[in-house]
């Protein structure tokens, strides 16, 4: 592009020296169009329309060199508009994954403290239900063994001297009563401590008889051989000279006190076997303990059915 074309003088434009491509190739374009419109034109008009053409192409290019500096010094208002644009969109986008981050930690302080509080009540109602299952046992526990200990003691030496309060006494024969001092006894005696030890013997009833009169050396009477019995004491299950009784069953028991008569093993137990009568008038009852089973101070026998 020389002033041969136009008959101006025209610098070259710098196409090496353009920063974009883009607007360079704007430029040749438009350049091209205008020198095709001029050679299209008739001579007549030749001379205004260079005239025209080389101060509309001078203003233009000069616009165009200064968009480039705009461009170059990134001032150009296309690119604030758009930088503009992506820093609005960029702020939106941040306070939108904003949002959802505050709105995902609420969740989930929200889902944490419902988990804590659950498990917090699971555990107070679970140990609300082990003490409640404790309490039960050791209700069981204690009631077992009072009935337990109240069969046991089934040869007691003597009752403990106890005074009826519903009662009274005659003057002068308080004894050896613990009375306290009262209008029927003034002076009242001393009272006697009753010391009884609790001894607990590891040989059987006949095995210390036999021991006493060896060392009495009474040896005149024949001894005469007792027979043992084989006896198996388990929980609610007896086992008595080779036949098995099992707790609620009729059998017939005897002893020296009360004779023979039918009777019902109420309870079985590891140590005590309780009878009681079957008969509706009769109120006898024997704890037999597992020596007196074995020594046959209390015998069992088989009830026969008719």
Request: aromatic letters at 10%; a neutral charge.
């Amino acid at each position: 592009l020389s002033a041969e074309i136009f008959g101006v003088a025209l610098r070259p434009y710098p196409f090496h020296s353009l920063p974009r491509p883009l607007f360079a190739f704007s430029l040749w374009k438009s350049s091209h169009s205008t020198y095709s419109f001029i050679r299209l034109r008739s001579k007549g008009h030749r001379t205004e329309e260079k005239t025209w053409n080389a101060a509309m192409t001078s203003a233009k290019l000069e616009q165009l060199y200064k968009e480039l500096d705009q461009v170059d010094a990134g001032t150009h208002p296309k690119y604030l508009e758009r930088l503009r644009q992506i820093e609005k969109v960029y702020e939106e986008q941040k306070e939108r994954e904003q949002i959802a981050h505050e709105l995902a930690a609420e969740r989930i302080e929200y889902e944490y403290r419902r988990r804590k509080q659950q498990i917090k009540d699971d555990l107070e109602r679970k140990e609300k239900e082990l003490v409640q299952t404790m309490l039960a046992d050791f209700d069981e526990m204690e009631k077992r063994i009072e009935w337990e200990y109240t069969n046991m003691e089934v040869s007691r030496a003597g009752c403990s001297n106890t005074l009826d309060s519903t009662k009274k006494t005659l003057r002068g024969r308080g004894g050896v009563l613990i009375e306290p001092p009262t209008y029927f006894n003034a002076t009242p005696k001393p009272a006697t401590p009753n010391i009884t030890p609790d001894t607990r013997y590891l040989l059987t009833d006949s095995e210390i008889a036999e021991d006493v009169r060896a060392f009495s050396g009474d040896q005149s009477s024949p001894q005469k051989i007792q027979r043992l019995f084989e006896v198996i004491l388990v929980k609610q299950k007896l086992t008595y000279d080779g036949k098995v009784y099992k707790q609620g069953e009729e059998v017939h028991v005897e002893n020296l006190e009360y004779g023979k008569f039918p009777a019902k093993m109420d309870c079985i137990t590891d140590t005590v076997v309780s009878f009681k009568s079957t008969l509706p008038w009769d109120t006898r009852q024997i704890h037999a303990s597992y020596s007196d089973l074995t020594e046959g101070r209390v015998q069992i026998a088989k009830k026969r059915n008719n």
